[in-house]
C-alpha cells in the first residue's frame, strides 16, 4: 500500500503552546503527530523551525551583502555589566595605578573627554547608528564620537595617526558578530581606567564583538584588553545593553569645568 | 543622499548674506583697537575656554574642521572634531512639544526626504549661547541638504525663522567637499586645566 500525504492541517493551541500536525495518508492510515515546540505566530505554512528563527534587523554593508542592525538607541542598565577582576603584569606598580587614577580624577574635574572604555559606560542611552562604511557611537558625556570604518580598510599608520581618547578603530562582520579592533589609545588623555582593573597605555589593544539578542532587543557586547605593559592575560568583561523605548532623543550632556559649586564636590571630601 | 551612508564634507564657501534684523543686534560692535599693533605687543590668541557646554552649538555647520556624517534608515548623525554631534531623526517622530523639552545648542531635528533631498526641521534653540537654563527660542530653522557631482559635493541651505528676531526669514547656503573615501575624524584635544590653554595672552619670545 502506497502512502500519499495529503494536505496536512496544522493548529495552535495557544494555551499550551503545541504544535499539532494532522496528517491524512490515503489508504485508510491516519497518523497524528503531536510536537512539542515553543511555537510563535501564525499558524499554516511555516514550519516550528521557521517560527523559531528571530527576526533581527538588518541592513547593508559596503560590500551590499545583508548584515544584523545594530543601529539604536542602548541603554546599559543596572545589571547590564560582567567585569571580572583584571589580571595585571608584575610591571604594573601600585605606583602606576595611583597616577591613573589622579590623571582620571584631573580629567573629570577638567571636563576632558571622558574616552573609551569610560562612553561605553554611559548612564545615558548610547546612540549607535550604523552605515554603510562606518558605524558611529556616540555617548551624552563630554567625548568626541568613535567611528568604526567598515570600508575595509586597516589600521592608520602609526607614524601618522595621533592618538585619541577614543583610538582608531575598524570594524567587520563575522557572521552574526560586528567585530572591532581598536589601537592608538593616547596614554594621558582622558579617563584612562579600564573596568576590571589596568589603565589604557600607547600599546593597548581593544577588540570588542557585538552581537544582538532576544530578537534584537539586547546588544551584548564583549570587551578584550590586551597590552604586554599593564595586563598578565588578556582582560575581558560583558555589558549587555537594552534597547531604549521609542522615541528616544540622544543628547550630549554640558560639562562647565569652571562651575565652582561642581569643582568643590568633585574635589572635596564628601560633606 | 550618499549611496554609501556616510562621509567627511568639508565647507566650502563663506560668503554669506547679511540678515535683516527685526531689532538692533544684540550685543554693541566691537570698539576698534586705540592703536596699531606694535612689532612687540602681545597677541590674544585664545580665550582659554574649551567648548564642553556645546556652546558652539550650530556653529559646527561652520567649523573649518570637517563634518563626519553617517546616515541610516532612521537617522543622520552630524559629528565634528569636538564633542558636539547634531542628530536628525527620520524615523517619522515629531517635533516635541513647546515647553516639553530643556534648550539644546544644537536643538532638536526630525527630517524626511522629498525626492533626492533631505529636508530637516529644527527647534529647541537656546535663548542666547550661554544660557543654562530651560527657556527656548521659538527660532525654526529650516535646512535643504542635497549632493551634487555625483555626489562630491554636498549644499545645504538653512533658513532661520524667527519673527523675534529677524524681518523675513533668512537664508544662506553652504556647499562642502567630500573629502577623499580614506580619510578618517580627527580629535580637537583641548584641555581647560592646561596653563598654557587658559593663558589668554602669550608674550612673545623676547630675543
Redesign the interface.
Known amino acids: 500500500m502506497t502512502a500519499r500525504i495529503e494536505d496536512a492541517i496544522a493548529t495552535y493551541d495557544i494555551s499550551v503552546r503545541r504544535f499539532k500536525i494532522i496528517r491524512v495518508f490515503s489508504g485508510g492510515l491516519l497518523i497524528v503527530a503531536l510536537l512539542l515546540a515553543p511555537a510563535f505566530g501564525p499558524v499554516g505554512a511555516q514550519t516550528s523551525s521557521e517560527l523559531r528563527q528571530p527576526k533581527l534587523p538588518t541592513?547593508l554593508d559596503?560590500a551590499g551583502e545583508t548584515v544584523p542592525?545594530i543601529?539604536g538607541m542602548w541603554m546599559l542598565l543596572f545589571d547590564g555589566a560582567n567585569i571580572p577582576r583584571a589580571q595585571l603584569s608584575p610591571s604594573v606598580t601600585p605606583n602606576d595605578v595611583i597616577t591613573h587614577a589622579r590623571m582620571d580624577a584631573?580629567a573629570m574635574?577638567?571636563?576632558?573627554?571622558v574616552g573609551t572604555p569610560f562612553l561605553m559606560q554611559s548612564r545615558f542611552p548610547l546612540?549607535i547608528?550604523?552605515?554603510?562604511?562606518?558605524?558611529?557611537i556616540?555617548a551624552a558625556e563630554?567625548?568626541?564620537?568613535r567611528?568604526i570604518?567598515t570600508?575595509g580598510?586597516g589600521h592608520?599608520d602609526p607614524a601618522q595617526f595621533?592618538p585619541?581618547?577614543?583610538g582608531?578603530s575598524i570594524g567587520q562582520w563575522e557572521g552574526d558578530t560586528f567585530i572591532v579592533d581598536t589601537v592608538g589609545f593616547s596614554p594621558n588623555?582622558g579617563l584612562t581606567s579600564i573596568p576590571g582593573g589596568g589603565f589604557k597605555t600607547a600599546t593597548s589593544h581593544l577588540v570588542e564583538r557585538y552581537r544582538l539578542t532576544e530578537n534584537g532587543s539586547k546588544l551584548a557586547v564583549t570587551f578584550t584588553w590586551s597590552d604586554p605593559n599593564v595586563f598578565l592575560t588578556p582582560h575581558t568583561y560583558a555589558f549587555l545593553y537594552d534597547r531604549a523605548p521609542?522615541?528616544t532623543?540622544?543628547?550630549?550632556v554640558?560639562?562647565?569645568?569652571?562651575d565652582d559649586v561642581r569643582t568643590q564636590f568633585l574635589s572635596g571630601a564628601p560633606k | 543622499m550618499d549611496p554609501t551612508g556616510s562621509g567627511s564634507f568639508k565647507a566650502l564657501d563663506d560668503n554669506l548674506p547679511k540678515p535683516e534684523l527685526a531689532r538692533p543686534p544684540l550685543t554693541p560692535p566691537v570698539a576698534p583697537p586705540s592703536k596699531p599693533h606694535g612689532p612687540l605687543d602681545p597677541y590674544i590668541v585664545t580665550n582659554g575656554e574649551c567648548d564642553t557646554t556645546g556652546a558652539q552649538g550650530l556653529l559646527m555647520m561652520d567649523h573649518p574642521a570637517a563634518l563626519d556624517i553617517v546616515q541610516t534608515k532612521n537617522e543622520v548623525v552630524i559629528s565634528s572634531e569636538v564633542s558636539n554631534v547634531r542628530f536628525l531623526y527620520l524615523d517619522g517622530r515629531a517635533l516635541p512639544a513647546s515647553g516639553s523639552y530643556d534648550y539644546s545648542t544644537v536643538g532638536y531635528s526630525v527630517g524626511r526626504w522629498d525626492g533626492d533631498v533631505l529636508d530637516v526641521e529644527t527647534v529647541g534653540f537656546p535663548a542666547s549661547a550661554k544660557d543654562q537654563g530651560p527657556a527656548v527660542t521659538d527660532a525654526h530653522l529650516f535646512e535643504r541638504y542635497s549632493l551634487s557631482d555625483g555626489g562630491k559635493r554636498l549644499a545645504v541651505t538653512f533658513t532661520w525663522v524667527d519673527p523675534k528676531l529677524f524681518l523675513k526669514p533668512w537664508t544662506y547656503t553652504y556647499t562642502y567637499e567630500k573629502l577623499p573615501a580614506n580619510s578618517y575624524a580627527f580629535e580637537e584635544w583641548c584641555d581647560s586645566g592646561d596653563p598654557l590653554q587658559t593663558q589668554s595672552i602669550v608674550p612673545p619670545k623676547q630675543n
Not at chain 1, 547608528?129 to 558611529?136: D, H, K, L, P
Not at chain 1, 532623543?249 to 550630549?252: E, F, L, M, N
Open positions: 541592513t559596503a542592525d543601529s584631573y574635574r577638567w571636563c576632558n573627554y546612540d547608528q550604523q552605515g554603510r562604511t562606518e558605524t558611529i556616540v563630554v567625548s568626541t564620537a567611528h570604518y570600508d580598510r592608520v595621533e585619541t581618547t577614543n582608531d588623555r521609542r522615541p532623543w540622544a543628547r550630549k554640558a560639562c562647565n569645568p569652571f
